[in-house]
């Protein structure tokens, strides 16, 4: 299922039912041909004929008296030996910074919810939500099914590959930005790696487990509900890259266009059948928090600050009505109280511990700096 196959072992990740639609991040399936198996030491040469025609190839013109060389260690434990690496090794090198100091538990407070910590510091709470709550919703669904004719094709195509809609807006290419886009992809799987901890935890029924007129267009994916993978993965893109951008009136206009499009892609799984409006708004709420965690961790030295952010069902729909059915592009919050979109509680900043010295993230996030502002972008 993985389109990103070929990038340097990411694929793979793609059965994360669709989450790993970034693959292919613009082409880096094939790269090494052979289409190893991710992960492992196989590579283009790992076939018969090849083997078999090096293994000629080197006693024909090898010469046993040629000079050799005692190549000096790279630096003990240094970040700038990245490079060195293959984009597999590299991911994992990336994740686990990534996962350091961070949980996914119950919250002890009563209520069936879980809690995303960062060193300790609650940045999201989200309560289980009765079946009342999304029985409310679902002639929201059964609504948006007359938009599917239209949507088809969006839904279709973003069932694994959002990268396609993230590049026509942003330009990104995987050659020419290949260490934002490498960022970018473990900045997904470490969102899938939280999400679905959630997902599981909470374990909230798809839309067709409340009627059989659901009749979803697509296959109704193996996991729960709530909250939407694809909303919390689309806004977290959005809110990375509106970092990552420069300033200025036209980048504005582009942060701008990201969160439209993470608004619409949320959207199109509920039409498609598969979620319900509260999935996207809660997937939204733990993308835009997980962005503002892996921001905090990229830069070095900076006192990371995250907002922490709370749903329970009982509250938001005491402020924003039963459906849910809230414009998604609205401000998220505010410092400390909600903004426009006012269905969730804000309990202030948390900080979150940053790098006190380079590290791999750090490397990785300076250099894909440095190429963006080498391509004014």
Partial sequence: MSLLGGYGGYGGY??????????GYGGYGGYGGGGPVPGSLG??????????????NRDATSNPGAPSQTPANPNFNDPANIP??????????VQWELCKGVTVDPSGMGA????????????????????????????????????RLDRIPEILAQIDNQFAFVA???GLNPDRHRNTVELLVNAIQFTVLVEMQFKHALACWRPNQYSAQVQPVITTPG???????????????????????????YFDSMREQLYRQAARIATNRVIAGVHFPADSVVGRLLGHSIAEYIIARLTQGNAGRVVYREFDASVATATAGKDLDLDLVQPIDTLYTPGPFNCYQIHG??????????????ELFNEGQAERAALAM
Avoid at 51 to 56: G, H, K, S
Avoid at 84 to 93: A, D, K, P, T
Wanted: charged share 10%.
């Fill in 14 to 23: 793609g059965g994360y039912g669709g989450y790993g639609g970034y693959g």
């Fill in 168 to 170: 026509s807006v942003t």
């Fill in 84 to 93: 060195r690496w293959e984009s597999w090794v590299r991911s994992y090198l």
């Fill in 349 to 362: 900043q948390v900080g979150v511990n940053t790098a006190a010295a380079p590290s791999v993230l750090t």
């Fill in 43 to 56: 590579d283009a040469f790992a076939n018969p004929l090849v083997c078999t025609a090096l293994v000629a």
């Fill in 223 to 249: 996991h729960g509900s709530f909250p939407s993978g694809h909303s919390t993965q689309a806004f977290m893109l959005a809110r990375l890259l509106s970092f990552m951008l420069p300033t200025g009136a």
């Fill in 112 to 147: 069936s919810a879980m809690e995303l910590k960062a060193d300790g510091q609650t940045i999201v709470r989200i309560a289980q939500p009765s079946t009342a709550f999304f029985d409310a919703q679902l002639h929201r669904v059964l609504c948006w099914a007359d938009l």
